[in-house]
């Protein structure tokens, strides 16, 4: 197995982890048996994270399993996806034939990690094929994880760029369908509070499906077992004393005092970096020389590059090299090409080592090195290194010069991470570069409507601002928003006092910097877009324009959706035609079709919208094709058209995946989920939002999603849950980005759950705030069912003694008049309310939850249905009609029970309680609610289980089954066997003949 795996340097000795080791062995069981297993793996510096890592590879078979091991890289941000890299070409090596398949058609997004297999020359890189990359390396993993047990481990997370973070967490998050095992490891003393990596492990936190082990220090029995296997006997009291104190436990620095100790024959200890640097001191000069040259040469350093730089004859580096790995200082990789240090710990102190001159000389080494012969390291890293030598080496003008070739470099491979580094490090030695050198810098490729200075020559060289451009979308392409916004900050006060020919580029960073406040929920943003406006609409006709009436349209359309915004969202079409922007027109035309749909009786919007979708998708404009797929699943389920919006999102996705459209994709599983909720496919709901939250980044999304888990907790009755996911998404939302959409739920649900816990005078606060602030007259499909939310919780508390509010009622009715719905599913929502207002008034007529039953009736909206029939049942009841009312509420408590709505189950229990002493009518509706709902519970099947009997009797197959609630075919296939034994059938005839004699399929 280990002469299998990369960067594991074997030790005899393995003490305690009984309880890791046993954790990660069930583990890698469970992983095998083909449910894909996530770790990671913290502790300490040295406390033994690589130790025990090999300790479970070593447990496993070899036959059976392949492991590959990728390490971070100590180089700024961290050389993008060099783990990965390292792990990919190990996997590549055991199993070229399967890679090759694997990516067979995508060869050129895997040499995006795998460079030495480009062949052909270069390939056009576009930065929206980064998820295309992640979408490879899975289905190259998940390819070799069918036919053996694969472990993948990333160690070193604390040193890990954005890209592998990003790339690690997309694997995490991503349902495989194999036999994986993901291990990371971190130092947790390394990740302080502003670390990059926190932000990862909450997220990875949130994953049912990752698990942390923590390895904590060891105790004195450890430490004593460690040193007996160490020294080869038990050590004396004096030193197992002395070591367990100055090591506290840490198992490296147990070792390492413990060598010192059997080669000196005693301690003599002063300070570990001492002891650490006593160890290079022990070996001949040349090798002392070697491992200081090696130091600064990166995690790991190839044999070629250190003889060049080394400049020794090979006799004497193999000498040197070989001290060095006996001394286990060097560690080499199986074919021998590189070596690394055994531990960082010992990098680092020798590198920390270093006199200033001397670190000088050795990076100014390597950098000449490499330029004599660019083939001691791969392509790739080529121009990203020699820029961090030169650095360290104080050659200002070179690092300055490779800075800028490698950043564009690393954007040709998506790592922005690494190209943001870069960037700053040229904006930080601007000033010290004379004028010919800034004129030298080669062309660098700027973003999308970005406007070069008039004064500047067409082919020129970037000037500072363009830098400072760059750097600002590298850095909001990362996820590094804070960073982002600094830089167009930056930006615009060095703009401030410039006023001819500079107004372009201003109003480009103040849309940029619009687009930023927004996403961290520091504003919103509608005076960086005024701002942006006044500086160029008076000047001649210009992309830049076109930008910012596009996105001021994009605003209003969802701040303040009315007619204004609609003007906004024409003028926005109109500019961006004039200016042959295509982008920006079709972009403008979503905004315009979003604004229209609420009142789109004929269907000219949505049709738009989907000629929108095909021009957007015939012309590969893919940042217009992530958002009208968005779009156009939402806004049909806007207008009630469910299943059509569910069609529409299968598109979406299949769009999504192809073009690694990742971020679009969690927008839209979201949508999906609203509608399969409407639809009354609950679990299918859940399963969306679990594959939206896998691959949300944004805070509204991550709060679009924990409101929608909210809701769902909260008509299934789990109101702690619905509190706590309701309290997540008003906190990342926060309060300065009000938009209507995304609030009035939010109220909804809060006013909903206020009833459902008594607590009357928080929620009609709740909503007489939503109503001051304007957002119970709109958008309808949100606002309607926060009034419905208001007067049910009026009509519960008419019962009461305090009786209701007329305040909240004025309010419902003054809401409800400025709503237009000209929508079945609107106008149902009205009838709804009608009924609830005149139950709130003393009035609880039948006839009116009547109108709501016939409104929700052919929807297909099945718990509003329930809804409406538990109040028509009530209210028949109220009127002494119990055997009128007793064939609603049966269906009520079917649905109720299929859904798994407690609630609505509660509210029918307490109507059979208070008819249950009766006789006639009342008795024949309380055993009509139980004889429909008792065959179903004795047969043991669960609500899942009772759709897919009911699509058995259909006569559909396994494969349509999976594809109709969607789920997997497995999946399907363990329904279906456990409602065969359920039932005690023995085919799916025999099955469907049980169920409809029990009565387990409802009629449609």
């Known amino acids: 197995m280990l002469d299998r795996v990369v960067g594991i340097p074997v030790n005899s000795v393995f003490v305690g982890r009984v309880a890791e080791l046993a954790e990660l062995i069930n583990a890698a069981q469970v992983a095998d048996s083909g449910t894909t297993q996530a770790l990671l793996i913290r502790g300490e510096a040295g406390v033994g994270k690589t130790r025990l890592v090999e300790e479970l590879l070593r447990t496993l078979p070899e036959e059976r399993t392949v492991a590959a091991v990728g390490e971070c890289v100590e180089v700024g941000d961290g050389l993008p996806f060099a783990p990965f890299s390292a792990a990919m070409r190990t996997l590549y090596r055991l199993l070229p034939d399967e890679v090759r398949a694997a990516s067979a058609g995508h060869e050129d997004l895997l040499a995006r990690i795998l460079p030495e297999l480009e062949a052909g020359g270069p390939v056009e890189r576009r930065h929206d094929d980064t998820a295309q990359v992640f979408e490879l390396i899975t289905r190259i993993v998940d390819r070799l994880a069918a036919h053996r047990l694969v472990v993948l481990v990333i160690e070193d997370l604390h040193w890990a760029d954005l890209a592998t973070r990003h790339l690690l967490g997309y694997l995490f998050r991503t349902r495989h369908h194999g036999r994986l095992l993901l291990i990371g490891t971190y130092r947790s003393d390394d990740v302080h509070r502003r670390h990059p990596l926190r932000q990862f492990l909450a997220e990875a936190d949130r994953l049912r499906a990752v698990r942390r082990i923590a390895l904590s220090r060891f105790d004195r029995v450890e430490v004593t077992k460690q040193l007996s296997g160490l020294l080869g006997v038990p050590p004396e009291p004096a030193v197992l004393n002395e070591i367990f104190i100055r090591s506290d436990g840490n198992a490296f620095f147990v070792e390492e005092l413990a060598r010192a100790y059997r080669d000196q024959a005693g301690l003599g200890l002063d300070d570990l970096r001492d002891l650490l640097l006593s160890r290079l001191e022990a070996l001949p000069e040349t090798s002392q020389r070697i491992v200081?040259?090696?130091?600064?040469?990166?995690?790991?350093?190839?044999?070629?590059?250190?003889?060049?730089?080394?400049?020794?004859?090979?006799?004497?580096?193999?000498?040197?090299?070989?001290?060095?790995?006996?001394?286990?200082?060097?560690i080499p990789d199986p074919d021998g090409s590189d070596y690394r240090f055994r531990h960082s710990l010992v990098q680092e102190a020798v590198s920390g080592s270093l006199l200033p001159g001397e670190l000088s000389l050795i990076n100014r080494q390597?950098?000449?090195?490499?330029?004599?012969?660019?083939?001691?390291?791969?392509?790739?890293?080529?121009?990203?290194r020699l820029a961090r030598h030169w650095y360290a080496a104080h050659n200002d003008v070179e690092a300055f010069r490779m800075s800028v070739i490698a950043a564009d470099e690393a954007r040709d491979r998506y790592a922005y991470a690494e190209q943001l580094w870069l960037l700053e490090r040229a904006l930080q030695l601007w000033d010290r570069m004379p004028d010919e050198v800034h004129a030298?810098?080669?062309?660098?490729?700027?973003?999308?409507?970005?406007?070069?200075?008039?004064?500047?020559?067409?082919?020129?060289?970037?000037?500072?601002?363009?830098?400072?451009?760059?750097?600002?979308?590298?850095?909001?392409?990362?996820?590094?928003?804070?960073?982002?916004?600094?830089?167009?900050?930056?930006?615009?006060?060095?703009?401030?006092?410039?006023?001819?020919?500079?107004?372009?580029?201003?109003?480009?960073?103040?849309?940029?910097?619009?687009?930023?406040?927004?996403?961290l929920n520091r504003g919103d943003g509608r005076q960086e877009l005024q701002t942006a406006h006044d500086l160029v609409g008076d000047l001649p006709p210009s992309a830049v324009l076109a930008d910012v009436l596009v996105n001021i349209a994009n605003w209003g359309a969802r701040h303040r959706p009315g007619p204004d915004?609609?003007?906004?969202?024409?003028?926005?079409?109109?500019?961006?035609?004039?200016?042959?922007?295509?982008?920006?027109?079709?972009?403008?035309?979503?905004?315009?079709?979003?604004?229209?749909?609420?009142?789109?009786?004929?269907?000219?919007?949505?049709?738009?919208?989907?000629?929108?979708?095909?021009?957007?998708?015939?012309?590969?404009?893919?940042?217009?094709?992530?958002?009208?797929?968005?779009?156009?699943?939402?806004?049909?389920?806007?207008?009630?058209?469910?299943?059509?919006?569910?069609?529409?999102?299968?598109?979406?996705?299949?769009?999504?995946?192809?073009?690694?459209?990742?971020?679009?994709?969690?927008?839209?599983?979201?949508?999906?989920?609203?509608?399969?909720?409407?639809?009354?496919?609950?679990?299918?709901?859940?399963?969306?939002?679990?594959?939206?939250?896998?691959?949300?980044?944004?805070?509204?999304?991550?709060?679009?999603?924990?409101?929608?888990?909210?809701?769902?907790?909260l008509v299934l009755g789990d109101l702690a849950q619905a509190a706590d996911q309701l309290a997540l998404a008003r906190g990342l939302l926060g309060t300065d980005d009000i938009q209507p959409q995304l609030l009035i739920p939010l109220a909804h649900y809060a006013v909903e759950m206020a009833t459902r816990q008594d607590r009357i005078a928080a929620g009609r606060t709740e909503f007489l705030s939503a109503h001051d602030a304007g957002l119970t007259t709109g958008p309808i499909r949100y606002s309607l069912p926060l009034l419905c939310a208001a007067a049910a919780m009026e009509a519960g508390a008419a019962q009461a003694a305090g009786g209701q509010s007329p305040?909240?009622?004025?309010?419902?009715?003054?809401?409800?008049?400025?709503?237009?719905?000209?929508?079945?599913?609107?106008?149902?929502?009205?009838?709804?309310?009608?009924?609830?207002?005149?139950?709130?008034?003393?009035?609880?007529?039948?006839?009116?939850?009547?109108?709501?039953?016939?409104?929700?009736?052919p929807l297909d909206r099945p718990y509003e249905l329930a809804v409406a029939l538990l109040g028509q049942g009530r209210a028949l009841l109220g009127t002494h009609r119990r055997g009128a009312a007793a064939g609603g509420l049966a269906r009520a408590q079917r649905i109720a029970t299929r859904l798994g709505a407690g609630p609505i189950q509660a509210h029918l229990d307490e109507l059979a309680r208070r008819a249950g002493g009766s006789a006639g009518a009342a008795?024949?509706?309380?055993?009509?609610?139980?004889?429909?709902?008792?065959s179903s519970v004795s047969s043991g099947l669960t609500p899942r289980e009772l759709e897919v009997l009911a699509l058995i009797a259909r006569g559909y197959r396994n494969q349509r089954i999976a594809e109709e609630l969607y789920i997997s075919q497995k999946t399907a296939s363990a329904h279906v066997s456990n409602i065969l034994a359920k039932l005690g059938a023995a085919s799916r005839t025999e099955a469907t003949a049980i169920a409809h004699r029990r009565g387990l399929i409802v009629p449609e």
């Open 807 to 857: 305040a909240v009622l004025a309010a419902i009715r003054q809401a409800a008049a400025q709503l237009r719905a000209v929508f079945p599913i609107s106008q149902a929502f009205e009838r709804l309310l009608q009924a609830q207002l005149r139950q709130a008034e003393g009035s609880d007529d039948p006839e009116s939850w009547a109108a709501a039953v016939a409104a929700f009736e």
């Open 565 to 713: 915004s609609r003007i906004a969202a024409e003028q926005a079409v109109d500019y961006a035609v004039r200016v042959g922007a295509e982008d920006l027109e079709l972009n403008a035309r979503i905004t315009r079709c979003w604004l229209d749909t609420e009142t789109d009786l004929d269907g000219t919007s949505l049709a738009e919208l989907y000629d929108v979708r095909r021009r957007a998708e015939k012309l590969g404009q893919v940042d217009i094709i992530g958002r009208v797929n968005h779009n156009l699943p939402s806004l049909l389920e806007a207008m009630g058209r469910s299943q059509e919006a569910i069609v529409a999102a299968g598109h979406s996705l299949h769009v999504c995946r192809s073009l690694g459209l990742t971020v679009t994709e969690g927008w839209v599983q979201a949508n999906l989920s609203a509608s399969l909720f409407s639809l009354g496919r609950w679990p299918d709901a859940e399963a969306a939002l679990d594959e939206a939250a896998a691959v949300a980044q944004s805070y509204k999304l991550r709060a679009v999603i924990a409101g929608r888990r909210a809701y769902s907790r």
């Open 923 to 934: 008795s024949a509706g309380r055993t009509a609610l139980i004889s429909q709902t008792d």
């Open 366 to 384: 390597y950098a000449e090195a490499m330029q004599t012969d660019t083939t001691l390291v791969r392509a790739e890293e080529l121009s990203g």
């Open 440 to 519: 030298t810098l080669p062309v660098l490729r700027l973003p999308d409507h970005y406007p070069r200075c008039a004064r500047r020559q067409v082919h020129a060289g970037p000037d500072y601002l363009d830098l400072l451009a760059t750097a600002t979308i590298a850095a909001q392409l990362s996820g590094d928003l804070d960073r982002a916004l600094r830089l167009a900050r930056g930006a615009l006060e060095l703009l401030h006092d410039k006023k001819d020919g500079y107004q372009l580029l201003a109003a480009w960073f103040w849309t940029r910097r619009s687009l930023l406040v927004q996403d």
């Open 292 to 330: 200081r040259i090696a130091a600064e040469g990166g995690a790991v350093v190839g044999y070629r590059l250190l003889k060049a730089v080394t400049g020794l004859p090979e006799p004497d580096l193999i000498e040197g090299l070989r001290a060095a790995v006996l001394a286990q200082i060097l």
